[in-house]
């Protein structure tokens, strides 16, 4: 089992509906929870940042965090086709190094129709 | 003005060669980081340099070699390429003190190898 698990899509919606991005882990020692925009053939760009359980919104996005259950989501209301994108989690624990190593989830491919 | 940039952005080379990518930030950061996005889109740590100092290596073979010759830059060298090297690579940086969730990524180096 993959530390972080993230379904890869592809996810495609009309213009105008509500997003919803999951992503699973499986190490307790997580900390921080990202959320990163990644266009094709572009790095990957941060878009939101979490550190406890709960939700924090960001304009459209809002980033929602249960660590209980391991489980993390993004959800984009009122979707553009400018939305189109790949989107990655990514978490970040203490390294054996004493700094702060990212590990990513797949990437979800987005597509938004006008 | 570009925050992380690196150069090439794309590389087509044989087996066997050398060949060497170039990465500078000029935000500031004193941390910047090399990952590795394969062919399935994973996104993985290779290396981490704080104040020109490696401080995550991860489990990658020898023929690759970073160097910083100064907190803006981070050069990754890469010794006898073989096909599985084809990836795309990209630079990242970051304040220390931010590592945990605030990186940003280059638009990275598309290495094709044959």
């Known amino acids: 089992q993959k530390e972080v698990e993230q379904d890869p899509g592809p996810l495609s919606v009309p213009e105008g509906a509500i997003v919803s991005l999951n992503c699973t882990y499986s190490?307790?020692?997580?900390?921080?929870f990202m959320w990163y925009r990644q266009y094709s053939r572009k790095g990957p760009e941060l878009l939101m940042y979490t550190y406890s359980s709960g939700n924090k919104e960001d304009g459209r996005f809002t980033a929602q965090v249960d660590k209980s259950s391991k489980y993390i989501s993004l959800f984009i209301r009122d979707s553009q086709p400018s939305d189109s994108a790949t989107y990655l989690c990514a978490m970040s624990a203490l390294g054996g190094a004493g700094s702060y190593q990212l590990t990513f989830g797949k990437g979800t491919k987005l597509s938004v129709i006008p | 003005d570009t925050a992380v940039s690196q150069t090439p952005k794309y590389l087509v080379t044989q087996m066997g060669n050398d060949k060497s990518i170039k990465c500078e930030q000029n935000?500031?950061?004193?941390?910047m980081y090399w990952y590795k996005q394969d062919s399935k889109k994973f996104l993985k740590i290779m290396f981490s340099y704080n104040n020109k100092e490696l401080i995550i290596n991860e489990t990658v073979p020898n023929r690759f070699s970073p160097k910083s010759p100064d907190k803006a830059h981070l050069n990754l060298h890469i010794n006898s390429l073989e096909l599985g090297d084809s990836a795309v690579y990209f630079c990242?940086?970051?304040?220390?003190?931010?590592?945990?969730?605030?990186?940003?990524f280059g638009p990275g180096t598309r290495l094709t190898v044959t």
């Open positions: 190490n307790s020692a997580f900390q921080y």
């Open positions: 935000l500031g950061h004193d941390t």
């Open positions: 990242a940086s970051s304040l220390r003190d931010r590592a945990s969730y605030e990186q940003y």
